[in-house]
């Protein structure tokens, strides 16, 4: 069992920039996958970055075209920690922000909410224009 709790949402003008965490218990965190998703008020749960898990301490990062080049996904597995760094925001990123787990996730399915297998509360971001 995985529990997840993320941090750092609120409010920012455009062109700003937030830090969103997502502390992990368990020992295994490293050999999970780590995703970010979004959701906007009205709108399907999608997809935002991925870095990958396994422990060997090479990880690849994958990123949704709407964000690639804003957002930089990381991972500190001392500190049972993911990140997601949001710089250049927009009005359009506003959305609850959610990080999940997962051990069984590729590069064609990590887009997918359903290979996930846990998921934290999620954390609110506002971008004001």
């Known amino acids: 069992q995985v529990q997840l709790v993320e941090s750092g949402g609120g409010l920012v003008q455009a062109g700003g920039s937030l830090r969103l965490s997502c502390a992990a218990s368990?020992?295994?965190?490293?050999?999970?996958?780590m995703g970010w998703f979004r959701q906007a008020p009205g709108k399907e749960r999608e997809f935002v970055a991925h870095v990958t898990g396994g422990g060997n301490g090479i990880y690849y990062a994958y990123y949704a075209d709407s964000v690639k080049g804003r957002f930089t996904i990381s991972r500190d597995n001392a500190e049972n920690t993911v990140y997601l760094q949001m710089n250049s925001l927009k009005p359009e990123d506003t959305a609850v922000y959610y990080c999940?787990?997962?051990?069984?996730?590729?590069?064609?399915?990590?887009?997918?909410?359903?290979?996930?297998?846990?998921w934290g509360q999620g954390t609110q971001v506002t971008v004001s224009s």
């Open positions: 999940a787990a997962s051990r069984g996730v590729t590069i064609t399915t990590m887009r997918l909410t359903t290979k996930y297998d846990y």
């Open positions: 368990g020992r295994t965190f490293s050999t999970y996958g």
